[in-house]
Each structure stands twice: as C-alpha cells, then as structure tokens.
Nanobody, 119 residues
C-alpha cells in the first residue's frame, strides 16, 4: 500500500526551527513532485513549497527565505527545513505527492503533522 507519512512537527518558540519529513512508501516507481501545504485553524489549506523530480523548488512568498525544501531520492523522502518560525506559521502541515505507481500516476496526501509556534 502506497502512503505518505509526515513527521517532525512540534512546539517551538518564535525564531526557532523545525525540520519536517515526508516519506513515501510502498510500490513506487518514481516521484513526479512533492508539495507541502498547511492549514491553520479556520483557514483554507495553502501552498507552502514544491519540489519537482528534477530538484527544482518554489515557495510561497510568506515562507521564502525562511523555509527550504529538499529531497532524498534514495529514501523517497522530502524535507522542509523551517527557520525563523513565526506564530503565523502555526498550522497542520500536509505532504502531497504525484507518484508513479502500478497503474499510472496517482496523487496522495499524508495525514498531517502539527506545527505550533509560540510567541
């Protein structure tokens, strides 16, 4: 069974750092792209960062210069290094991926990991 599992969330003070991980497991032939989204209480889910199979990244303006997304192809894992965290970064962070699996390319979501930034 193909799944995405996030980890690394937690409680941190403003100005601190966290590193999130998203690992894809199961029968995966390749990863087309992986994306981080976040959803704060009472708000819509929003885009945070994206990495393509070629390693290109792009970021939401709100996190540019503070967050860095990277990948480890051998481990089918991506990371989101979050520095200079602000209280407004508090949200559940979700990993989303387009994976090449048996039958073609399918889209998957992780279960989410909570990030709380205290002021």
């Amino acid at each position: 069974q193909v799944q995405l599992v996030e980890s690394g969330g937690g409680l941190v003070q403003a100005g601190g750092s966290l590193r999130l991980s998203c690992a894809a497991s199961g029968r995966i032939f390749s990863i087309n792209r992986m994306v981080w989204y976040r959803q704060a209480p009472g708000k819509q889910r929003e885009f945070v960062a994206r990495i393509t199979s070629g390693g290109s990244t792009n970021y939401a303006d709100s996190v540019k210069g503070r967050f860095t997304m990277s990948g480890d192809n051998a481990k089918n894992t991506v990371y989101l290094q979050m520095n200079s965290l602000k209280p407004e970064d508090t949200a559940v962070y979700y990993c989303n991926a387009d994976l090449h699996v048996t039958g073609g390319i399918s889209n998957y979501w992780g279960q989410g990991t909570q990030v709380t930034v205290s002021s």
